[in-house]
């Protein structure tokens, strides 16, 4: 089965901190992607990869970077966290098209 | 761009009934994917169906089928027989041909009571 595993499920940081989320998958995909998820509002792309190195921005990166030097490794950084990126943060991997997702981080900014 | 709307943000059915989640969706494009996901308490999205915008039959697995109206841009998921399990966030989700990028509607909450 193909697993794609977030660091954290829960995390609690202070404004102004330097946030690291971390995601692996362990089936050599090329793709991976960072979502963020708010009720009312769904799922939102922030980054996507589709290589190492290699990295695109969604529709939301404003307050986000991303880092891949490993293909099975996928970085969403906030450089200076701020309490309206408090939300639910989800990382997919995907392969033709077929997508798997994490199990998400709940990030809270106080 | 493509958009996905989810206009039922909470439903509702009994066990062992029906009940049948609306989407909606506006593109441009002649070729695309359109996916169901469920996410339950455990956050876990789990693919529930999938649907290639070429074919014209609907898809369908075990309870789970869709009815596709292409030229409405309409993707319903009908589930059949609702068990407990069934019981979570479902999302409606939209992919062009030439990319992995997924585009989401805002969910529908669905809750199955005994």
């Known amino acids: 089965d193909v697993k794609v595993t977030q660091s954290s499920r829960y995390l609690v940081k202070r404004t102004g901190e330097k946030v690291f989320l971390e995601c692996v998958q362990d089936?050599?995909?090329?793709?991976m992607f960072w979502y963020r998820q708010d009720p009312g509002l769904g799922l939102r792309l922030i980054y996507f990869?589709?290589?190492?190195?290699?990295?695109e921005k969604g529709d939301i990166p404003e307050g986000y970077s991303v880092s891949r030097e490993k293909k099975e490794r996928f970085s969403l950084i906030l450089e200076s966290a701020s309490t309206n990126q408090t939300s639910m943060y989800l990382c997919?991997?995907?392969?033709?098209?077929?997508?798997?997702f994490g199990q998400g981080t709940r990030l809270t900014v106080v | 761009a493509q958009t996905v709307t989810q206009s039922q943000p909470e439903m509702s059915v009994q066990e062992a009934e029906t009940v049948t989640l609306s989407c909606t969706y506006d593109?441009?494009?002649?070729?695309?994917?359109l996916f169901w996901y469920k996410q339950p308490p455990s956050r876990q999205m789990i693919l529930v169906i999938r649907?290639?915008?070429?074919?014209?039959q609907n898809a369908t697995e075990n309870r789970f089928s869709v009815n596709f109206q292409k030229a409405a841009k309409s993707f319903s998921l009908k589930i059949s027989d609702s068990q407990l399990g069934d019981a979570a966030m479902y999302f409606c989700?939209?992919?062009?041909?030439?990319?992995?990028?997924?585009?989401f509607g805002t969910g529908t909450r669905l809750q199955v009571f005994p």
């Open positions: 997919a991997s995907s392969f033709w098209g077929e997508a798997f």
């Open positions: 089936m050599d995909h090329e793709n």
């Open positions: 990869s589709y290589d190492v190195k290699m990295k």
């Open positions: 593109t441009s494009e002649s070729d695309y994917y």
């Open positions: 649907q290639e915008a070429y074919k014209q």
């Open positions: 989700a939209y992919r062009s041909d030439n990319t992995d990028k997924l585009i």
